[in-house]
């Protein structure tokens, strides 16, 4: 599977807004794709990573200067309304739709700061759904725009995933989910709790419907539950995940 890269980086105060967070974008990136890689059992291939120091437009227009976004990213309350990135003028900018057409790759990743407006995961194609965010009709083979924040860890972004592969599961074997998110638990809330987030929960439940279980399978830590529930999906749903392009047609 081939990814794009676009890391959005701008220059704040004479420093890029990484450095601002003590982040290496791109060892960041390289850390969550091996992770992916080991969980979803395909090959990922890194394209060459595309910069921009561009903050990007919103859903109504408006574009923060650097000065602005600085003011805010020290001050959430300062944020725009909507914060919603126009995702057009974003897929435009960087020619995604013709791209894709010409099979340059299979899906995009975004790095970029908080109040950037990018959704975890997005769908777009001709025939996208709604994975965790609205779809968007374009003419070419799907494909996802997956949204990471580099203020956030490997974790976060494996959890932003794990949402996409949710939506695709119960959009194309709903049975099998309403099963799955019993047994096994969803992305926040694991088999024996109905707490969002609470990873470390020593309350017993009913692993599979059938053993008394508690975080312990995991070893009570977030991050070792998401991979552990990764894990756990059936292969049929990790292949679905890695190849949205057939996912409208199929049901």
Same mark, same amino acid.
């Not at 001709?126 to 609205?134: G, H, L, Q």
């Given at each position: 599977? $081939?990814?794009?890269?676009?890391?959005?980086?701008?220059?704040?105060?004479?420093?890029?807004?990484?450095?601002? *967070?003590?982040?290496?974008?791109?060892?960041?990136?390289?850390?969550?794709? $091996?992770?992916?890689?080991?969980?979803? $059992?395909?090959?990922?291939?890194?394209?060459?990573?595309?910069?921009?120091?561009?903050?990007? &437009? $919103?859903? %109504?227009?408006?574009?923060?200067?650097?000065?602005? *976004?600085?003011? &805010?990213?020290?001050?959430?309350?300062?944020?725009?309304?909507?914060?919603?990135?126009?995702?057009?003028?974003?897929?435009?900018?960087?020619?995604?739709?013709?791209?894709?057409?010409?099979?340059?790759?299979?899906?995009?990743?975004?790095?970029?700061?908080?109040?950037?407006?990018?959704?975890?995961?997005?769908?777009?194609?001709?025939?996208?759904?709604?994975?965790?965010?609205?779809?968007?009709?374009?003419?070419? !083979?799907?494909?996802?725009?997956?949204?990471?924040? *580099?203020?956030?860890?490997?974790?976060?972004?494996?959890?932003?995933?794990?949402?996409?592969?949710?939506?695709?599961?119960?959009?194309?074997?709903?049975?099998?989910?309403?099963?799955?998110?019993?047994?096994?638990?969803?992305?926040?809330?694991?088999?024996?709790?109905?707490?969002?987030? %609470?990873?470390?929960?020593?309350?017993?439940?009913?692993?599979?419907?059938?053993?008394?279980?508690?975080?312990?399978?995991?070893?009570? %830590?977030? +991050?070792? +539950?998401?991979?552990?529930?990764?894990?756990?999906? !059936?292969?049929? &749903?990790?292949?679905?995940?890695?190849?949205?392009?057939?996912?409208?047609? &199929?049901?």
């Amino acid at each position: 599977m $081939k990814i794009l890269p676009i890391y959005i980086n701008p220059v704040l105060d004479g420093k890029p807004l990484s450095i601002h *967070y003590g982040v290496k974008i791109e060892t960041l990136h390289k850390s969550v794709l $091996k992770d992916l890689q080991k969980l979803l $059992k395909i090959p990922l291939e890194m394209l060459p990573i595309e910069y921009s120091t561009e903050i990007p &437009v $919103k859903q %109504d227009g408006y574009q923060y200067s650097n000065e602005e *976004y600085y003011s &805010v990213i020290k001050d959430g309350s300062k944020h725009h309304e909507p914060d919603i990135f126009n995702h057009w003028n974003f897929i435009d900018k960087f020619h995604l739709v013709q791209r894709r057409l010409n099979g340059e790759f299979d899906e995009v990743h975004i790095y970029g700061g908080p109040f950037m407006g990018f959704h975890e995961s997005q769908m777009i194609g001709t025939s996208p759904i709604y994975c965790n965010s609205n779809p968007i009709l374009a003419s070419c !083979p799907n494909f996802v725009i997956m949204g990471f924040n *580099y203020e956030r860890g490997i974790c976060e972004a494996l959890e932003a995933f794990g949402h996409r592969t949710e939506f695709i599961f119960r959009f194309l074997y709903e049975d099998t989910w309403n099963v799955y998110s019993k047994h096994i638990g969803t992305i926040h809330e694991p088999f024996n709790t109905s707490k969002a987030y %609470d990873w470390g929960s020593k309350q017993y439940g009913m692993y599979k419907g059938t053993q008394r279980a508690n975080c312990e399978l995991w070893g009570c %830590d977030g +991050y070792e +539950y998401i991979k552990w529930w990764f894990k756990h999906l !059936p292969s049929y &749903v990790l292949d679905a995940t890695s190849h949205v392009e057939r996912i409208g047609n &199929v049901r």
